[in-house]
């Protein structure tokens, strides 16, 4: 199946199994509205590295490397990002965000790790 990235304040055009990639709730929309399968918290930047970005283009590389390395380093990560792989064999992924600029935010950098072959959770600990 695919990874679909799409803005949650956007009619959906797609069916598939919707997923939030955002900490926070999106403001003015009703957990109604979004038909959400799953809220995966897990997977989204941690507050600094976001509060950091502040959705500055000219900060997005550096942002792209920060964030993909604290997604392949913590086991918590990995476990739901594996889950979310094995979901989109089945279905279509909808990975659904809030940021307002569609080509440098966190979606976009998740459907490229989610499209590429995860490392295995450290069975340590």
């Known amino acids: 199946m695919s990874i679909v990235?799409?803005?949650?304040?956007?009619?959906?055009?797609?069916?598939?199994?919707?997923?939030?990639?955002?900490?926070?709730?999106?403001?003015g929309v009703s957990?109604?509205?979004a038909k959400l399968d799953d809220w995966a918290k897990e997977v989204t930047p941690t507050p600094s590295l976001r509060k950091w970005?502040?959705?500055?283009?000219?900060?997005?590389?550096d942002f792209k490397a920060a964030y993909k390395k604290e997604l392949l380093n913590d086991d918590e990560?990995?476990?739901?990002?594996t889950e979310l792989q094995e979901l989109q064999k089945e279905q279509t992924l909808i990975l659904l965000y809030a940021a307002k600029d569609k080509e440098h935010?966190?979606?976009?950098?998740?459907?490229?790790v989610l499209e590429?072959?995860?490392?295995?959770?450290?069975k340590e600990g």
């Open 116 to 122: 590429s072959e995860l490392p295995s959770p450290n």
């Open 5 to 27: 990235l799409q803005r949650i304040y956007e009619k959906s055009k797609e069916s598939g199994y919707r997923v939030l990639v955002d900490l926070v709730w999106p403001r």
């Open 105 to 112: 935010n966190h979606a976009l950098i998740l459907k490229e």
């Open 77 to 81: 990560k990995i476990k739901k990002l």
């Open 53 to 61: 970005f502040n959705h500055d283009p000219e900060k997005f590389p």
């Open 31 to 33: 957990k109604k509205e």
